[in-house]
């Protein structure tokens, strides 16, 4: 098939390497200049696990183009796919969809013959429907349907999670539509993926309805780790015995700094505006919103707190910026409020990240950034964990505390084991696990 894939960004260019590995001829097409030059150096514009080597493998191949003229794409495309971003409109939390209309615009200028114009962007109930009407007013005597196919690919693993989904969810009443779409996901078969096709409306609403659960599920534990701090229990335990239960499951419960990312934030804000336009109370979404928000603010006073809470005018050692390892995505990275808040009460923050530092330097002012996680906790009263790169799993303790004014440890995702740490002559302070069974509590100088 022919695909042409219009924005380049962190979904439209895996999606699209993926296709074009699928044995699909691709065109990805992007607005943004730079990136495109960037793309046909095969330089990457983000940092995403195995995606130089697939983009690099299929552009040689020939399967995989790179443009920022959709002209010539669309016209040849079977598919056009939308992948453009829908980030939160300024101010009321709404998804903003100029990118997805503008697109839809330019793309319905260049269509020829039957085409099926695939919404992948994450876009409010009634999107396609608008999508629709764009093209069909611009282009009357056009044959093309619109489909929603929203993606689940999560940063970090998004290859194996598009190659491997646990389903592909597709939009559409029409059958000349399901047909193209079992098509393109054709290869999926080999290992029996499900190609659910629903409404389309309902299909724009799974995605948001999977997220919002998700953040619900880390929220929820973030709750239970405040309980299991108060009352003496374990928050890893207890996410085991809860997530070996098949009807709860295993992921999303790790307790931590709260939830950011491109994703959850902006999804959990732009459900809430579908439900109260529909007249929907979504209290559930409400109170997650708000439980993570609160969340991130509660662990800047948690660090405060572990140095005695005073840090006017001391040293703090930030490791970890990105919202979750292997991206460099800082977009609502609980570093970016965490930080802040650390600084508001007077903290010198320094930072170091394996690869978020560059993304993250214009959110933040007045943290020096380092290269490696030694020169960031040199003469820093405590080193915190805010994201679980594979770097930090394990540090040399001892250089630490050779090189630290005190040697304390706030791991806000648990790497670590307070028994470990605290032989190592650190204090310790991590999330919902106090004393376990004669291990060190997370104040393990204390004890
Ligand atoms: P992104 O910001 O990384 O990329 C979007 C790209 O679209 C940009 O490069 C931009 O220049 C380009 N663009 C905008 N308008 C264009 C136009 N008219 N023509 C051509 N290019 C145009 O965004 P992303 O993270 O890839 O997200 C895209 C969509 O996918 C969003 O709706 C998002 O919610 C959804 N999504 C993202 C993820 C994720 O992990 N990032 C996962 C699932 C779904």
Redesign the pocket.
């Known amino acids: 098939m022919r695909i042409a894939m219009?924005?380049?960004?962190?979904?439209?260019?895996?999606s699209g390497a993926c296709f074009a590995d699928f044995g699909h001829q691709v065109t990805c097409?992007?607005?943004?200049a730079a990136?495109i030059a960037a793309l046909e150096r095969l330089e990457m514009?983000?940092f995403e696990p195995g995606l130089p080597e697939l983009v690099a493998t299929n552009v040689r191949s020939g399967r995989l183009s790179f443009t920022?003229d959709?002209s010539r794409p669309v016209a040849d495309a079977d598919v056009v796919f939308i992948?453009?971003?829908?980030?939160s409109r300024r101010g009321d939390g709404y998804?903003d969809l100029t990118?997805?209309y503008?697109?839809a615009r330019?793309i319905a200028r260049e269509l020829v013959g039957f085409t099926a114009i695939v919404v992948?962007?994450?876009?409010p109930v009634g999107t396609c429907d608008e999508v629709e009407r764009i093209v069909r007013e611009a282009r009357p005597d056009v044959d093309a349907v619109v489909v929603s196919n929203?993606?689940?690919?999560?940063?970090g693993a998004?290859i194996a999670d598009f190659k491997q989904p646990d389903r592909v969810v597709v939009g559409t009443a029409d059958d000349r539509a399901v047909e193209t779409m079992t098509e393109v996901y054709r290869p999926l078969q080999i290992n029996r993926t499900t190609l659910l096709v629903t409404g389309r409306r309902t299909s724009e609403l799974i995605?948001y309805a999977a997220n919002a659960f998700l953040a619900m599920k880390v929220s929820f534990v973030n709750e239970m780790a405040d309980i299991c701090e108060l009352v003496g229990a374990d928050v890893h335990d207890l996410a085991n015995g809860i997530g070996l239960d098949r009807r709860i499951g295993p992921d999303f419960l790790q307790a931590g700094p709260g939830y950011g990312?491109?994703?959850f934030p902006?999804?959990m804000r732009a459900l809430l505006k579908i439900a109260q336009d529909a007249g929907a109370h979504a209290r559930l979404v409400e109170a997650t919103i708000s439980v993570n928000e609160s969340r991130k603010r509660s662990q800047a006073r948690k660090i405060i707190n572990a140095l005695g809470g005073k840090v006017h005018n001391r040293r703090i050692a930030i490791l970890g910026l990105t919202f979750k390892p292997d991206t460099d995505?800082v977009r609502e990275s609980p570093a970016l409020t965490i930080i802040p808040a650390l600084q508001d009460a007077g903290a010198v923050v320094v930072a170091h990240d394996p690869e978020g530092i560059e993304q993250a330097r214009p959110h933040l002012t007045d943290v020096d950034f380092l290269a490696d996680p030694y020169e960031c906790a040199a003469g820093a009263e405590a080193l915190v964990i805010l994201t679980e790169w594979d770097s930090f799993r394990a540090l040399d303790f001892r250089r630490l505390k050779s090189i630290m004014k005190s040697p304390l440890l706030v791991d806000l995702r648990n790497v670590y084991r307070g028994q470990e740490i605290a032989r190592q002559g650190f204090r310790y302070v991590c999330v919902g696990r106090p004393d376990k069974g004669g291990e060190p509590a997370f104040d393990a100088a204390a004890e």
Do not use: N
């Open positions: 219009i924005g380049s960004g962190y979904v439209g260019l895996v097409v992007d607005k943004d990136l514009p983000i920022t959709l992948a453009v971003g829908t980030p998804a990118h997805v503008a697109a330019e992948k962007s994450t876009v929203p993606e689940f690919l999560r940063e998004a995605k990312g491109s994703c902006k999804d995505d």
